[in-house]
């Protein structure tokens, strides 16, 4: 499967955005789907997973309460919807596609990568 994220942009803080990253192929609701980020100087982090079916999910604790990921499996589309955006959330955003539907916030567990859409929060 092929990834791509779009979505990312220059944001004041505590303002929103939201993320897609659109699947290739017919088999995107056979995958359990991830957001991933990573900012300068450090290394790549969970965001938060989303089961294939949508029925679960799993959100890192710095973004609890401000993220929501979900997915369309009609439009093969996973979503990130980002609120009360801070500047620690800068990064650039990778949305991910494993083939195992647990232990989803280890970044070996992801099979398929996007090319990743940049977040600046900055006023």
């Not at 309460?65 to 369309?72: L, N, P, Q, V």
């Amino acid at each position: 499967v092929q990834l791509q994220a779009s979505g990312g942009g220059l944001v004041q803080p505590g303002g929103s955005l939201r993320l897609s990253c659109v699947a290739s192929g017919r088999t995107f609701s056979s995958y359990s789907m991830g957001w991933f980020r990573q900012a300068p100087g450090k290394e790549r982090e969970f965001v938060a997973a989303i089961s294939w079916s949508g029925g679960r999910t799993d959100d890192a604790d710095s973004v609890k309460g401000r993220f929501t990921i979900s997915r369309d499996n009609a439009k093969n589309t996973l979503y990130l919807q980002m609120n009360s955006l801070k500047p620690e959330d800068t990064a650039v955003y990778y949305c991910a596609a494993s083939y195992y539907p647990s232990y989803l916030y280890q970044l070996g567990k992801y099979n398929y990568w996007g090319q990743g859409t940049q977040v600046t929060v900055s006023s």
